[in-house]
């Protein structure tokens, strides 16, 4: 199996499929720089049917890993122990290797969390946010959300089921915390959602392609009062949301923060936040030129 072999001259590295486009590792070598560790992290596409080889070299090669999609779900299988929020939302984006054995944990509601309060100065403790999407970055959000004391919980999808599940999941956890799951289709509902949240936060793939179109009609939009894109390069839902003056963000800031994260799980270090930040802004300054 597996990839170029110079990924096992690593320590550490993000997977996915595809992972070309990733940041992390600018991200990430930024902060083992700062530390003087050397630059140690890469990337490594890993098709789906080679994530269990993957994960069993990773055992004996690699320090740690994060994972990216479409593999946040399926990892889990290949584990040895997930920390307790990791179970709850079932998705895994932090691998740490200890002695051969594999510890996954979720970083991306901390990140998401920390990059609000970035942007709009909002915690998530007593507030409504309305996600699109039910997919592994949305549903590791929606987890953390809820049980850091969020009021109100929107899930906006095409498969009403995948929505359901995820909210029936995250009402089971924190009665305290009202989850709904609404259908894409359902024009009326999805208008509401957005209209009660805080902030409309985008979690669909709609935008990782130029021609990709927003995931709300200009209509249902015209209700939000914030808006956030997971996605970290300019999109059709940004511009739309900038077009009628609603404040929006990108996704850099959740990077940036679930990546801290990670950081600190691995080396025990507080993460270096602003020589991250000004790594991460270079490197997407580099990729708009």
């Not at 720089?33 to 990337?43: C, I, N, S, V």
């Not at 946010?129 to 095409?158: M, P, S």
């Not at 359902?186 to 957005?194: E, G, I, S, T, Y």
Request: glycine share 8%; net charge neutral; with cysteine.
């Amino acid at each position: 199996m597996i990839p170029d072999p110079s990924l096992w001259q690593c320590h550490y590295a993000v997977i996915g499929w595809p992972v070309a486009h990733s940041l992390s590792p600018q991200l990430q070598n930024a902060a083992f720089e700062y530390y003087r560790l050397g630059a140690p992290y890469g990337k490594c596409a890993v098709p789906p049917e080679e994530l269990n080889d993957f994960a069993a070299n990773a055992r004996t090669r690699l320090a740690g890993f994060n994972v990216t999609v479409p593999h946040k779900r399926q990892i889990i299988a290949a584990l040895d122990e997930i920390t307790p929020e990791a179970e709850t939302v079932q998705s895994v984006n932090t691998v740490s290797v200890r002695s051969g054995r594999l510890y996954g944990d979720s970083t991306d509601g901390y990140g998401l969390a920390m990059a609000l309060q970035d942007a709009f100065a909002l915690p998530v403790a007593g507030h409504a946010f309305c996600f699109l999407g039910a997919g592994g970055a949305a549903q590791a959000a929606a987890g953390y959300f809820a049980t850091h004391r969020a009021k109100e919980l929107f899930i906006v999808n095409r498969s009403i089921a995948r929505a359901a599940d995820l909210a029936e999941r995250l009402n089971g956890l924190c009665p305290s915390c009202r989850c709904h799951a609404v259908a894409a289709s359902d024009l009326p509902a999805v208008r509401r959602a957005v209209a009660a949240a805080e902030v409309v936060i985008q979690a669909t793939s709609l935008g990782l392609r130029p021609d990709d179109p927003p995931p709300l009609s200009e209509t249902v939009l015209a209700e939000a009062k914030r808006c956030f894109d997971t996605i970290y390069h300019p999109t059709a839902f940004q511009r739309a949301a900038a077009g009628r003056g609603i404040p929006v963000a990108d996704g850099r800031g959740m990077l940036l923060h679930q990546g801290a994260r990670s950081f600190e799980l691995w080396t025990g270090k507080p993460a270096p936040v602003e020589a991250m930040r000004a790594a991460l802004e270079e490197a997407i300054r580099r990729n708009r030129q």
